[in-house]
């Protein structure tokens, strides 16, 4: 029997909530987890949490319509229902409360695992294993004494081929636990084996290494502004790529880094700070509010809302451009409307 006095966890119903307003409003998960009333939730379990049922929202989708269940079960609320239900197939594999939205998901988990076993074909179920990211903060550490630094602990640096791409993602393939190499593209950036717990690292703790995923370290890359050059972030927080930018130009020349959120703005002012990037100016305010005759001295510009490392399909070609601003003659308005062109 129900216990109806029993409440739905509270970390259930924020997931749900975010899950539904990233579903149907758009915007980035992570954007909305700054929001200050959940200063008392660990937010890296949100997170994972919110993200596994976005990854899993079209099986989930398939899975309640060959159960009926959202029909036989009308005062179920269905977003909370798939966050539940990717918490109990593809997350901790449990539901500990005994609220009523919970046991109504319980009481279908066989229906629900036979049909997983059924399609297990066609699921996207399938847990893809990613290397381990970690960019050289070169403002404070040179690639070579953090390659010292880790082969000192043990490590092992082994050196990125020379062949194809192909040949690249091969040998990262056959990373051990204690390999390393340098990334193909970005030689500022380490590759370790998946899995690798680097978090209460010394070098991490003094901002010397970041953990930053190879996808926001290709915008810099792409964008290569020489130092001495002049370069706007649009939207700048956290900083991973504000940093990022000042460690390319050796901290020589200026960048001019855009934040509108208030809280996000101290984020970033903090990053920047504790990572030695003293070329940035940093700027509170909307991008969108930028009007011509401002920020003149400008040559590069970088744009990644939502940030390149939440997952979406980004259209290279327009959103990372070398172009001088006095050679394109564009607004940041105009900039923004032609990302939102590419993604739609």
Not at 67 to 89: F, G, I
Not at 132 to 142: D, E, F, G, K
Not at 245 to 256: K, P
Not at 270 to 299: A, P, Q, W, Y
Request: proline residues 3%; aromatic residues 8%.
């Amino acid at each position: 029997m129900f216990e109806h006095s029993v409440k739905v966890p509270r970390h259930y119903k924020v997931a749900a909530n975010i899950f539904k307003k990233v579903s149907t409003e758009g915007g980035s998960v992570k954007t909305l987890l700054y929001d200050n009333k959940l200063r008392h939730f660990r937010t890296n379990v949100l997170y994972a949490l919110i993200t596994e049922t976005i990854k899993h929202a079209a099986d989930i989708d398939k899975i309640f319509e060959t159960c009926s269940l959202l029909e036989k079960e009308s005062r179920l609320d269905p977003w909370l229902a798939k966050v539940l239900t990717a918490e109990l197939l593809f997350g901790k594999k449990s539901l500990p409360g005994k609220s009523k939205p919970e046991q109504t998901i319980l009481s279908y988990k066989d229906q629900f695992e036979k049909y997983t076993v059924d399609h297990q074909d066609t699921l996207k179920t399938e847990v893809i294993r990613r290397p381990r990211y970690v960019r050289i903060n070169t403002n404070l550490l040179t690639t070579s004494d953090a390659i010292r630094a880790f082969q000192d602990e043990g490590y092992r640096f082994i050196r990125c081929t020379s062949g194809s791409y192909d040949d690249f993602l091969k040998q990262i393939q056959q990373l051990t636990e204690y390999d390393f190499t340098q990334d193909y593209h970005v030689k500022t950036v380490f590759v370790f084996s998946p899995g690798t717990k680097l978090h209460e690292h010394e070098l991490y703790l003094e901002n010397k290494i970041i953990l930053q995923d190879k996808a926001t370290a290709m915008a810099v890359h792409l964008l290569a502004p020489p130092p001495g050059s002049v370069a706007l972030d649009m939207c700048a927080a956290p900083g991973m790529k504000t940093t990022q930018l000042a460690a390319y130009m050796r901290n020589q020349g200026r960048i001019y880094a855009v934040e509108r959120n208030e809280e996000r703005f101290k984020i970033l002012c903090d990053f920047v700070e504790k990572t030695g990037s003293k070329c940035v100016e940093t700027l509170n305010r909307d991008s969108l509010d930028i009007k011509r005759g401002e920020l003149e001295d400008v040559e590069y510009i970088i744009l990644d809302p939502s940030c390149s490392g939440s997952g979406m399909e980004l259209c290279v070609q327009q959103l990372y451009r070398g172009n001088k601003i006095g050679q394109i003659d564009i607004t940041p308005r105009e900039i923004l409307e032609t990302r939102h062109e590419c993604l739609s």
